[in-house]
């Protein structure tokens, strides 16, 4: 490589370590909903059988089900944003005044 070339920049650890996260909330989102609407589905496909009412409470749970996602959802992104608030950094010489 040639002084002229420039080389590739890599992400800084901050990116890195948002898109991890941003990741990891969409993958916990998505689990904990998929959870939720089969729970709903196979909860309501019960009742129709054992109550003999065929597509109510499936109908009923599945569409109730959808608020529960979208709180979920919000409980999910307050714990994370919560968890990933940073403490401003000190400079190093406040840190070795501290520790003398």
Known sequence: MSLGESQPSRPDRGSSILNLTLASVAAQ??????IIV?????????????LKTKPLFTIVLV???????????YRVALTVISKSIVQ???????QGEKQA
Do not use: E, H, Q
């Open 29 to 34: 989102v998505g689990c904990l909903t998929f």
């Open 38 to 50: 089969l729970a709903a589905l196979f909860g309501g496909l019960w009742l129709d059988n054992l």
């Open 63 to 73: 569409m109730g089900s959808m608020p529960i996602g979208i709180f979920v959802m």
């Open 88 to 94: 401003p950094k000190t400079d190093s010489s406040s």
